[in-house]
């Protein structure tokens, strides 16, 4: 029924929008804490290092997960968060499943 409908790909496209806002919150969170518990443990210059280390690298994994979801560069577009980008995610779910109720209905 999902192929022949079309459902399919807008069911992939939420899931895969979802998902990723979730991976991006996530990655976020991390950071957050390896932050804090660089400052709040012991701030050595070692341990700076290793921090700048571990949100370069986090933030890589950031920007490719952003092209992967959009297709564009992040700077190519307006700056959002992980929760913002499920938000919006979950409007254009809701937006497609009524217009599918409406032309089915």
Do not use: K
């Amino acid at each position: 029924m999902w192929i022949t409908t079309g459902r399919g790909r807008d069911g992939y496209q939420t899931l895969r929008e979802t998902f990723g806002g979730t991976l991006l919150l996530a990655i976020e969170v991390l950071v957050a804490a390896d932050l804090l518990r660089t400052i709040a443990v012991e701030p050595t210059l070692q341990n700076v290092g290793i921090l700048g280390l571990i949100v370069a690298i986090r933030t890589f994994l950031s920007f490719s997960l952003e092209i992967e979801i959009d297709g564009v560069p992040p700077w190519r577009r307006a700056l959002t968060s992980g929760p913002e980008r499920m938000a919006a995610a979950a409007v254009r779910a809701r937006d497609r499943t009524a217009a599918s109720a409406a032309e089915d209905g």
